[in-house]
């Protein structure tokens, strides 16, 4: 009985998992990490361990959003949420600076985003576009205590902060109650087979001692007046166990 009061208890965590954590995701990513939709687009704040000084090179932020992309700025608006919700995350103490996920375009002689958005935002700070910088070596990032973005090294900067991004699946978003409810009738069909399962195959024990080869003979293993049986002594006992 303990066993099947665990897998109760395990059927719960799914229920809740589905029900509870789910949805408020969205349309964003499901791997596991926290995403926070804003707009169209799902932000990924890089936590890294609490007890660690930060250091990010560029090619450890694009590590941590492998399959999906650095953070983008389209609009004041989007850098205004970056700053408040990066001061939330990290208290700006010390004050973060993030990659951005740019590079210099040799054609437009320019700094460009990463897939190809065009820049119709920016917020550089004053001169830093006039940065001496090698032009393959020019990449830049976000103060988030600030809100001004700033041409930095690719090679030897090290920044502290790392903000992955995503464009939100609308279409997943409206999808999820269905595929919760789907799943919901899954699971609990699959919980209801599983428990008259062991209902029956205990009770056949019971009956014919002598095997269960004996029992397949004289119980056809899904007859199912006899399963529903078994559903309901189970339940009585549940409740009856204090
Ligand atoms: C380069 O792009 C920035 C926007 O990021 C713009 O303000 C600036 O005028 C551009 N510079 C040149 C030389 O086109
Ligand atoms: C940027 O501007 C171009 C043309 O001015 C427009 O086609 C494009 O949709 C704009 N992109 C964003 C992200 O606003």
């Known amino acids: 009985m303990e066993s099947l009061k665990k897998s109760h208890r395990s059927l719960l965590w799914c229920v809740f998992v589905l029900c509870v954590q789910l949805p408020l995701t969205g349309g964003c990513p499901a791997d596991g990490r926290t995403w926070l939709p804003f707009k169209d687009r799902c932000y990924h704040f890089v936590h890294g361990d609490e007890d660690k000084i930060k250091s990010y090179s560029f090619e450890d932020a694009k590590t941590h959003c492998k399959g999906f992309e650095l953070l983008t700025i389209q609009s004041g608006e989007e850098n ?4 408040d919700y990066s001061s939330e995350v990290w208290k700006n103490s010390p004050p973060v600076i993030v990659w951005l996920g740019m590079y210099y375009d040799s054609n437009t002689q320019n700094m460009t985003w990463l897939h190809d958005y065009a820049v119709n935002f920016s917020n550089w700070e004053d001169g830093s576009l006039m940065s001496d910088l090698a032009a393959m070596d020019k990449c830049a990032a976000l103060h988030t205590n600030t809100g001004k973005w700033e041409i930095v090294s690719c090679s030897d900067d ?35 087979v599983g428990v008259s399962a062991v209902v029956w195959f205990l009770h056949q024990k019971h009956n014919f001692g002598s095997g269960i080869v004996t029992a397949f003979e004289y119980h056809p293993p899904f007859r199912v007046p006899d399963t529903d049986q078994s559903c309901l002594v189970e339940a009585e006992e549940t409740d009856s166990t204090p």
């Open 80 to 83: 205004k949420f970056v700053i």
């Open 158 to 192: 090290l920044e502290n902060g790392v903000i992955c991004e995503a464009a939100q699946d609308k279409e997943k978003a409206k999808r999820k109650p269905s595929a919760v409810l789907s799943a919901l009738v899954i699971l609990s069909v699959v919980a209801i």
